[in-house]
């Protein structure tokens, strides 16, 4: 069915034009979700691994409450399965005071190396960016 009157210009002009504000909306709506995604989820991950290491016993109590959640575990069980993931959390923790001083000197010397090759305004954006990742991640 055409447009009234015989008015084919104008009515085509008007009909384009809506379709045209449309999908600009509907674009605008999916960008600003996907942006909206996106933050989410950085900022999400960022205070999960905050907490994470910021807590060591998080990880492994939320391990917990999910297994005894989805294995339907019985007190017995629940008693365990904590014992043991309390020894391997230990363990983790043993292993990682044991390997640090080793890679502490693995980062040092990589730190060095990309220092050598740097300009002097190259430089003093990189000690920029280490002071601002150790802002970050609150490391010291």
Same mark, same amino acid.
């Given at each position: ?22 999908? $600009? ?20 991950? !960022? ?6 290491? +910021? *807590? ?7 391990? *917990?409450?999910?297994?005894? !959640?989805? $294995? ?12 043991? $993931? ?9 292993? +990682?005071? *044991? ?12 730190? +060095?190396?990309? *220092?050598?090759?740097?300009?002097? +305004? ?19």
């Amino acid at each position: 069915m055409g447009p009234p009157n015989g008015l084919n210009n104008g009515w085509s002009r008007d009909f384009n034009m809506k379709k045209l504000k449309l999908i $600009l909306l509907l674009t605008l709506v999916f960008g600003a979700g996907l942006v909206t995604g996106v933050v989410g989820t950085r900022i999400a991950v !960022r205070n999960f691994i905050n907490r994470a290491v +910021g *807590e060591p016993d998080f990880l492994r109590t939320r391990v *917990e409450r999910d297994l005894v !959640r989805r $294995l339907k575990l019985d007190a017995t069980q629940q008693v365990q399965v904590s014992m043991a $993931l309390r020894a391997a959390h230990n363990g983790i923790i043993a292993m +990682g005071e *044991e390997s640090r001083p080793r890679l502490r000197k693995i980062l040092i010397k990589a730190n +060095g190396e990309i *220092e050598a090759v740097l300009t002097p +305004g190259q430089l003093e954006n990189y000690h920029r960016m280490q002071l601002d990742n150790r802002a970050r991640w609150h490391l010291h």
